[in-house]
């Protein structure tokens, strides 16, 4: 592993330990000297690399919404009908909440951090629109909007229920009757 500031892979390590310590320990628990800590930099690497905590957490959590956002866009961009597109949408649901937990505890922190402050809504509408596009590509945008609700319901739903998380029949049921008159 580099050392020093001529490390071109420190302020990527910071960003995954970043992302790894909230997914454990919740944004509550973040600090620079764990953070550092846990990405085996020195302390003083956060403040070069980052003006403060929000720009870090800012930038962590714009980086979680980038790869989700890849996932819709795997998913969506091999559609080339609207029934392919309503089975990407179900295999979306499927993987995001079969996924590792770490994206959904991620999404929870992200989602009470922008319940509470504007900088983190702005940062989730960002996200919530990118992927609105994406479903857009295959669906108008009312549709669209409720496929994204849809989406983010059932991964929790699914992701949380031990017991009896419903079947991906479904989830197409509930996807097709969104997509009916679009």
Known sequence: MATGHADPRRRERILAATLDHIAEEGVAGVSHR?????????LGSMTYHFGGMDELLREAFTRFADRIVAVFDEHLSRAATREEAREAVTDLVHTLSDGPRRDLILAQELYTLA????????????????????????????????????????????????????DRALTHQAVTRITAGA
């Not at 764990?34 to 020195?42: D, K, L, Q, T, Y």
């Not at 509470?116 to 940062?123: F, G, S, T, V």
């Not at 596009?133 to 992701?159: I, K, S, W």
């Open 34 to 42: 764990r953070i550092a800590a846990r990405a085996g930099v020195p």
């Open 115 to 166: 319940a509470r402050r504007p900088e983190y809504r702005q940062l989730t509408r960002a996200w919530m629109r990118r992927s609105r596009e994406l479903l857009e590509r295959h669906f108008d945008p009312g549709t669209a909007r409720q496929l994204d609700a849809l989406v983010e319901g059932l991964t929790l739903h699914r992701a949380l229920d031990d017991e009896a998380p419903h």
